[in-house]
């Protein structure tokens, strides 16, 4: 849930975006997508606010020694005049410590991620008009040993509405909801459920998969197994859909998000079968897989 700043802090919270609008410091990622700096290079003295500006999908921010704060400004990796339909998406790392994350607008600031929050793997979601990141140093006796950072992409509102399903997140596909994910999604196999690993902490499930086609994959998630000579892969879903092993093919289709492979949709084969006959006996699949 997202809160505005205790009381108490306000006056250094407005005071650092006060010294930013007068002025404040400016950072430009050489490789556009990833940001890594120091709050040493602050002098003791000063509450020093510094710009950092990004223009990638994707990538990540890592801020050593955090003092006073960054406003991270993340731009599409092309020109679009549909930035209002994008999602920001961020996963703070594993040890992230030593400041908070806000989301800032125009002055108004909500908190979105709070200095030692220990929610593992836990991703935080905003329309890309709802603002930008203001992190702000916690006052800290020994900064040492503090890194405040986090991966962040920028994708459309309808693949983070795919990702992130509150209403029905386990519910099956419709018959075009897959032919869809089948023309659009990030990798489309099928195979088999080998093995299912529940993470009761991150409420999460690991779908090992044994794949005997692999129709396409934009990262390699699933490689050849010198073990069982077929191609193995992993795929994560949420824990509350109770996936178990079992007999029987399945066409498994999903995106990547922050590096894992995400369940989509993953009928029966057989039933994708029919699905993908009957529309293609009407002339409605929206692409040619070749399903047999």
Known sequence: MLRAPAPGRLPLVLGLLLQLWRGGAAQYSSDLCNWKGSGLTHESHKKDVEQVYLRCSEGSIEWMYPTGALIVNLR?????SSSKHLTVCIKPFKDSTGANIYLEKTGELKLLVRDGDRSPNKVYCFGYDQGGLFIEATPQQDISRKITGFQYELISKGIASDLHTVSAPCRPCSDTEV????????FVVRGSIQDVTNEVEQQESIIDVSVSRLYRQKSKVFQPSEESGSWRGQIKTLLECGVKPGD????????MHFGEARLGCAPRFKDFQRMY??????GLNPCEIGPD
């Open 76 to 80: 599409p990796n092309m020109f679009s």
């Open 179 to 186: 032919l869809l994910a089948v023309c659009t999604n990030d």
């Open 248 to 255: 029987g093919d399945f066409l498994f289709t999903g995106r």
């Open 277 to 282: 006959k009957e529309a293609k006996d009407k």
